[in-house]
């Protein structure tokens, strides 16, 4: 079956420290793979994403390599800020079952000045 | 552009009541959209997909005649809690996709804070 496995939270890290978010995947076929990002009392943003094998999602400072030969797409930035201090979503997506999305757990990540 | 317009963003009523939750695709046409859950500090459950114009497909376990789902146009989903108790309150956030392509992103609505009294 298809799942999503994140490591755990919270993350508490201080401003301009480096970012590592591990995520693994587990999928029947091709998948797609994303990071969203949900602020407190809101819905969830699309962070990137990666299509396939290889691909480099990016966005804002963060990236994620999708690696079919480890399936992960750990998500990392090199300094993060305090407005960075949400919780974050791992993703995966299946040309299955319209469009069908599976979610972690997600990991929530504090940044203190 | 792909906003995605969830409306109310809270509502507070009585038990027994039914609340009807709207979800909208701004500015594109979505074929599929998705009912989720989320409680506390944990991630989004799945509840149903909503397709244009047919039935919806509930997840296992996700009560079919408590949480009506209509999706009667390309750009508009509702979420009907019928009968609603204190322990359908929740979090509940509706997403959609522009084409069914796997390789698109669905974009979310800001979420309903159901609180039932």
């Known amino acids: 079956g298809n799942s999503v496995t994140q490591m755990e939270g919270p993350v508490t890290l201080s401003e301009e420290a480096f970012l590592t978010i591990n995520c693994t995947y587990t999928?029947?076929?091709?998948?797609?793979l994303f990071w969203y990002v949900q602020y407190p009392g809101e819905g969830l943003q699309l962070l990137l994403k990666?299509?396939?094998?290889?691909d480099k999602g990016s966005n804002k400072g963060f990236e994620a390599t999708y690696r079919k030969e480890t399936t992960s797409f750990h998500l990392e930035k090199g300094s993060v800020q305090v407005s960075d201090s949400a919780v974050y979503f791992c993703a995966l997506s299946t040309p299955y079952n319209f469009n069908k999305f599976y979610f972690g757990s997600g990991t929530k990540l504090n940044v203190k000045p | 552009g792909a906003v995605v317009s969830q409306h109310p963003s809270w509502v507070i009523c009585k038990s027994g009541t039914s609340v009807k939750i709207e979800c909208r695709s701004l500015d594109f046409q979505a074929t599929t959209m998705f009912w989720y859950r989320q409680f506390p500090k944990q991630s989004l459950m799945l509840m149903a997909t909503?397709?244009?114009?047919?039935?919806?497909?509930?997840e296992q376990g996700v009560e079919k005649d408590k949480f009506l789902i209509n999706h009667a146009s390309l750009t508009l989903s509702t979420l009907t809690v019928t009968s609603a108790h204190p322990e359908d309150s929740s979090f509940y956030i509706c997403?959609?996709?522009?084409?069914?392509?796997?390789?698109?992103?669905?974009?979310f609505g800001d979420g309903t804070r159901l609180s039932i009294l």
């Open positions: 997403s959609a996709s522009i084409t069914g392509d796997s390789n698109q992103p669905q974009h």
């Open positions: 999928a029947t076929g091709y998948p797609s």
């Open positions: 990666a299509t396939k094998a290889d």
């Open positions: 909503s397709n244009e114009g047919s039935k919806a497909t509930y």
